[in-house]
């Protein structure tokens, strides 16, 4: 029987999707978001064959760190098998997210990461990577055991002809790192194709860190987004 912090969980994951569909990222079949069991080695994630707004309560599915589901009948994405290996490798990561959004795949297409040219890009300052040697493998599970070393060390990756990744603390830190990585790559993107980047000095950049990276932002944040998707009937059956 599941208990209620699994309960809870499973509500603020499919959330998490909800939220990311609501602002037109990672619709079509091969986004996603993952969330550590609280009671097990396990995490959940979505259905394959669904898109991160239909994603349901009823429509997740428990997986262990192998990226086998629980229930044999369960279909999941096969690249689920990289996640077990960050789950296993960081315990302080509860939630992965995945994307090919415009922004992260054109960075990665172009092998560049991100550079603290304003604000909102200042907050990743050491704490984004581009990933290049992920590529050398074919096995999901391998990549996965790179991305695992990677993540030891910074929360969010640039992947190289693929799109982008971060792992955090929780659903709601990982679901708003997504969602602003993209955004801030747009930027960047933007002020490349008009001229010579300029980069904010040190000190701005740490103030930048402060706020934006703090939980007082990020609570406030998901709070906001939580209120738009139940106004908007995004959360009609989740149970906010």
């Not at 999707?17 to 550590?36: K, P, S, V």
Request: glycine share 8%; net charge negative.
């Amino acid at each position: 029987m599941a208990t209620a912090a699994t309960n809870d969980l499973k509500q603020n994951l499919v959330l998490g999707y909800r939220i990311m569909g609501m602002l037109g990222l990672g619709r079509g079949l091969l986004a996603h978001l993952t969330a550590r069991s609280p009671d097990a080695d396990t995490f959940w994630v979505y259905t394959f064959g669904q898109s991160v707004e239909e994603v349901s309560l009823a429509t997740i599915c428990e997986v262990d760190f192998d990226g086998k589901p629980k229930d044999p009948d369960a279909r999941i994405n096969p690249t689920m098998a990289a996640h077990g290996p960050v789950y296993r490798e960081n315990p302080k990561v509860m939630c992965i997210g995945h994307h090919h959004g415009d922004n992260g795949v054109a960075a990665g297409a172009i092998a560049t990461s991100l550079l603290p040219i304003d604000n909102n890009a200042a907050r990743w300052h050491g704490d984004v990577r581009l990933v290049e040697d992920y590529e050398d493998t074919f096995s999901i599970a391998e990549q996965g055991k790179i991305m695992a070393r990677e993540f030891a060390s910074t929360s969010g990756l640039i992947l190289k002809h693929h799109g982008l990744m971060v792992a955090h603390v929780s659903i709601a830190q990982t679901v708003l790192r997504v969602i602003e990585l993209e955004a801030s790559l747009g930027v960047q993107l933007k002020a490349m194709a008009a001229g010579e980047l300029h980069l904010m000095p040190d000190s701005a950049i740490e103030e930048a860190k402060k706020f934006l990276n703090s939980n007082f932002y990020f609570d406030n944040m998901w709070a906001y987004l939580v209120r738009r998707a139940k106004r908007e009937g995004w959360a009609d059956d989740v149970g906010f």
